[in-house]
T-cell receptor, first 115, second 112 residues
């Protein structure tokens, strides 16, 4: 089974702090994603990466950056946390092989509260 | 235009009944369709995927796809209280690159 591990289940940070969310997958997947999920807004893509050191903006990249130095690890960075970034953050991975029919595999999520 | 629509619910069914969850999508060239189940406070977990028109069965779950009508559904037979969750429909289309487009989810409540 694919395992996607997010380093923190719950985080509480202060406004203006730099926040790192870490995600590791164990299936050698090429593609990794960061989503946020908010009530009434559903799942929205922040960034994704299709290879080491490669990244693409998603639908809502403002206020975020990402890092992928190793294939198995994809980090989401909130440069200066704000209260409107309080949300559930979901990391996902996906194989690039037979890509059109392979699903996303999600981590357990990080619930971030910015005060 | 990328839109995936679902009835937000809640959809309430009695235990043992068939629950029918529906999803429509706007982009006709969409290729792959996925159903995820999400319990409150948890992350989405994959239930089924479907790529070809028709039905696909897996245990108590049946996914149905009609590309002409741009419609995909999930049937849950012999519904159990443990099926109570939000069900997310996701659509994959190479025009969006690697991204999936998710519907808002339908909240299902199975009443004992």
């Amino acid at each position: 089974d694919v395992k996607v591990t997010q380093s923190s289940r719950y985080l509480v940070k202060r406004t203006g702090e730099k926040v790192f969310l870490e995600c590791v997958q164990d299936m050698d997947h090429e593609n990794m994603f960061w989503y946020r999920q908010d009530p009434g807004l559903g799942l929205r893509l922040i960034y994704f990466s299709y290879d080491v050191k490669m990244k693409e903006k998603g639908d809502i990249p403002e206020g975020y950056s990402v890092s992928r130095e190793k294939k198995e690890r994809f980090s989401l960075i909130l440069e200066s946390a704000s209260t409107n970034q309080t949300s559930m953050y979901l990391c996902a991975s996906r194989t690039g092989l037979s890509s059109y029919n392979s699903p996303l595999h999600f981590g357990n999520g990080t619930r971030l509260t910015v005060t | 235009q990328k839109e995936v629509e679902q009835n937000s619910g809640p959809l309430s069914v009695p235990e043992g009944a068939i629950a029918s969850l529906n999803c429509t999508y706007s982009d006709r060239v969409s290729q792959s369709f996925f159903w995820y189940r999400q319990y409150s406070g948890k992350s989405p977990e994959l239930i089924m995927s479907i790529y070809s028109n028709g039905d696909k069965e897996d245990g108590r779950f049946t996914a149905q796809l009609n590309k002409a009508s741009q419609y995909v559904s999930l049937l849950i037979r012999d519904s159990q209280p443990s099926d109570s969750a939000t069900y997310l429909c996701a659509v994959k289309n190479d025009n969006y690159g690697q991204n999936f487009v998710f519907g808002p989810g339908t909240r299902l409540s199975v009443l004992p």
